[in-house]
């Protein structure tokens, strides 16, 4: 069992491992922000170096969802035309797409529309955008 003197002397070493540990932890802070400055100085983007720092701390789970967000995002830009015309929005389209058919040697290739040629269905692509991502509307 505690006295009111032991329990004060625990409490006070656990606040006092804390206030030293909120120190160093200050102390690291204003080192990382060092870094940054000597970073910018040397013309590096310190966005960019930040992002770098931060996917190379971002544990499995992290860079999952990091990965199915921006999924979400690009499924959403290409689905209202704003990514036409861009290489990734030339890659996204190609994911949503199904795989072309393979070509068929006894269907007629010529673009007469002889008796081999049969219409095929028009794939699900979005309008290109007209002016500053909008789409005209028919």
């Known amino acids: 069992m505690t006295t009111n003197g032991d329990a004060a002397g625990l409490l006070r070493s656990v606040r006092d491992r804390i206030v030293r540990l909120e120190e160093e932890k200050k102390a690291i802070a204003e080192d990382i922000k060092g870094i940054y400055a000597e970073a910018k100085g040397l013309g590096l983007d310190t966005k960019a ?3 770098v ?4 701390m971002e544990t499995q ?5 990091r990965r199915e967000t921006e999924a979400l995002t690009e499924l959403y830009l290409a689905s209202l035309g704003m990514l036409d015309g861009t290489p990734l ?3 996204a389209r190609e994911r949503a797409l199904p795989p072309a058919p393979a070509a068929d040697p006894d269907r007629d290739s010529d673009d007469d529309g ?4 049969s219409p095929e269905p028009a794939a699900a692509v979005p309008p290109a955008p007209t002016r500053g991502g909008v789409t005209a509307q028919p």
Do not use: E, M, S
């Open 49 to 51: 170096v930040r992002q």
């Open 53 to 56: 720092v931060k996917r190379t």
């Open 61 to 65: 789970t992290d860079a999952a969802k």
């Open 89 to 91: 929005g030339d890659a």
């Open 114 to 117: 002889g008796a081999g040629a």
